[in-house]
């Protein structure tokens, strides 16, 4: 007899459960927005709408082709293999291998010539010590990574030195290097804006894509790798070029999204990926009514950064086989008589010195990549190809003519995450300042917003709302997934 009673139920679920699943609206199609759609679709939660304002989906994943190759002008590195769920993904597939980068070696000076190795080591630790917050020194919850940086450096670094005046005098030129890679690996204009205390948890082993892009995830994701015809059924389900203006949640059971060409979409949740920049900039005209005060101050008080990177390819090779990375530090002198003109400066000196490195890209012959930080971002991502080629090859010769006879770069590529509307940034970060231990703002971020009836209606995902794993593809991952959850769990228990 109960066996049959089993077979009631399970029929009940089939013919009412499935007619009652909720119907689930998600906006944006970058991995946090794929991982929900995807961990819905798994579970028989079939009615579902993505919408997304650009012509493509991946968001800040963005492989592109390049020559034979693809490159990726977003994601990159798989940082790490524990308790990384990209890399879970995607470990059985062979699609990754070792990055093999180490700044350490590869700084060098502007008179042409390389850092001397043991400033090059002290230099790198130091970088990677603040930006995976390991540094538990004295650093009160007010202090910038600039801070934590500068405490260190004070103590340990330049004591080691004092009787060397040459190398005094180098390391305090590199304070300038030193913060531009603090800057970029945290994404923000300056290191006095990011805290140097946060939960964010990372792992210094990078590893990257063989050849084939970060777009590999969403592919995984979607299941269409490594065999397309075991695709989720999810391709009609994404809208593209529907960018979500209004988004109309208190008034009943539903919520109503409307679009910029006034398409209108109505569904039982809304899960709301994109960036902590678009927030910013748009939770006033967005939220119909306004989020309540305590969602508006953790948009208010996250931090939110940028970053360009660019890819650019020589007509001939220069380098030496086992040339993987070249970072440029920059004397004082020479610092201040850049002699090339074209494109933005600041205080007197122009972008070209906030070019940081160039990158070998693997499986793709000649191709480098760049990254570039600091507070000119804008002004740089509106310059023309033919400057940016310039301004490159000028800092390519400054550093290296005299090792090699660098070539002609012939083709670049660049990013625009600065000022593209729908990202208006790269990653989310701590600012300093607004850390307490045990309190996560990003969790206050990744709270979902109930209705006038106390139900969940808005649901919030993406890398910004992850306490640990924010600016990382992984941690976007890791919240569409806790926001599917979320919503399977609470329809498991009406279903109670
Ligand atoms: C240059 C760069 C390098 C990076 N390098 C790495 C790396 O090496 N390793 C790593 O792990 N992570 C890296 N990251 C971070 C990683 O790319 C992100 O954390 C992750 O991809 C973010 O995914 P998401 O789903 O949270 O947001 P997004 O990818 O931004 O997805 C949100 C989507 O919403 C869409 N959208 C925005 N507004 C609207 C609207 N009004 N209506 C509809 N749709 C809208 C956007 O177009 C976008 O597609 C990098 C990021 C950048 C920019
Ligand atoms: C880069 O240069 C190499 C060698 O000339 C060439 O094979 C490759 O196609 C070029 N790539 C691009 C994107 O132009
Ligand atoms: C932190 O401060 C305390 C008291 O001022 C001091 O005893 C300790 O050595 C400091 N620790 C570090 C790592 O600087
Ligand atoms: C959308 O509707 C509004 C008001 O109904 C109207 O002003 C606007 O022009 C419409 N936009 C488009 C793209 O149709
Ligand atoms: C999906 O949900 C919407 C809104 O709740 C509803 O109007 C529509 O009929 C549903 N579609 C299916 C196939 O169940
Ligand atoms: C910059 O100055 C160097 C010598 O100091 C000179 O060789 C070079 O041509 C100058 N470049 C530009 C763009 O003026
Ligand atoms: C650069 O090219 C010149 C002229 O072809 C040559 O004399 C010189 O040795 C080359 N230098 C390097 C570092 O390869």
């Known amino acids: 007899m109960w066996k049959f009673s089993y077979l009631i139920v399970f029929l009940n679920s089939l013919v009412v459960g499935h007619a009652e699943r909720p119907s689930v609206i998600i906006i944006g199609a970058g991995a946090s927005g794929i991982a929900a759609a995807t961990k819905l679709l798994e579970n028989s939660f079939n009615n579902i709408t993505i919408l997304e304002a650009e012509d493509r989906i991946g968001g ?288 007197g000196v122009s972008w070209v010195a906030q070019i940081l490195e160039l990158i070998t890209v693997p499986h793709n012959s000649n191709a480098w990549s760049g990254w570039i930080s600091g507070d000119l971002l804008q002004e740089i991502e509106k310059l023309s190809d033919e400057t940016m080629k310039m301004g490159i090859k000028y800092v390519v010769n400054k550093f290296l003519g005299k090792t090699y006879n660098v070539t002609e770069i012939t083709e670049i590529v660049k990013s625009t995450w600065t000022i593209n509307e729908n990202f208006l940034g790269a990653i989310s970060y701590v600012k300093r300042g607004t850390y307490k231990r045990g309190e996560s703002i990003q969790g206050k971020l990744a709270e979902p917003v109930t209705n006038a009836a106390g139900k969940p209606k808005l649901l919030f995902a993406g890398e910004a709302t992850h306490s640990t794993h924010y600016g990382l593809v992984h941690g976007a991952v890791e919240t569409g997934h806790r926001e599917a959850q979320r919503i399977i769990e609470l329809y498991s228990k009406a279903e109670q």
């Open 60 to 347: 800040r994943i963005n492989t592109v082709k390049f020559g034979q190759n693809v490159v990726d002008l977003g994601a990159e590195y798989c940082t790490g293999t524990k308790g990384n769920i990209a890399y879970d993904l995607v470990k059985d597939y062979d699609v990754l291998e070792p990055a093999g980068l180490t700044l350490e070696d590869n700084i060098y000076y502007s008179d042409g010539t390389k850092l001397d190795l043991s400033l090059s080591h002290d230099l790198n630790d130091l970088i990677f010590e603040i930006y995976q917050k390991k540094y538990k020194g004295n650093v009160t919850e007010g202090k910038s990574t600039g801070d934590a940086f500068r405490e260190r450096y004070n103590s340990v670094i330049l004591p080691k030195y004092q009787n060397d005046k040459k190398k005094t005098i180098i390391l305090e030129e590199g304070l300038r290097f030193s913060e531009g890679f603090v800057s970029l690996l945290d994404a923000t204009p300056s290191w006095s804006e990011a805290s140097a205390n946060s939960d964010f948890e990372t792992q210094n082993e990078d590893l990257v894509w063989k050849g084939v892009g970060y777009k590999t995830i969403i592919d995984i994701l979607m299941k269409s790798y490594p065999d397309p015809k075991k695709k989720l059924d999810i391709d009609d389900k994404i809208h593209l070029n529907k960018k979500v203006q209004r988004i109309i949640w208190d008034t009943d059971e539903t919520v109503t999204v409307v679009t910029a060409d006034n398409s209108t979409y109505t569904a039982d949740y809304v899960i709301f990926t994109p960036s902590a920049g678009v927030l910013k900039k748009d939770k006033d005209t967005l939220f119909d009514p306004k989020l309540p005060s305590l969602k508006e101050d953790a948009i208010i008080n996250i931090g939110y950064g940028s970053v360009i990177k660019f890819v650019i390819n020589f007509s001939t090779k220069w380098w030496h086989d086992d040339d993987k990375l070249f970072a440029f530090f920059w004397s004082h002198d020479d610092l201040n008589s850049i002699n090339f003109s074209d494109g933005p400066s600041k205080d």
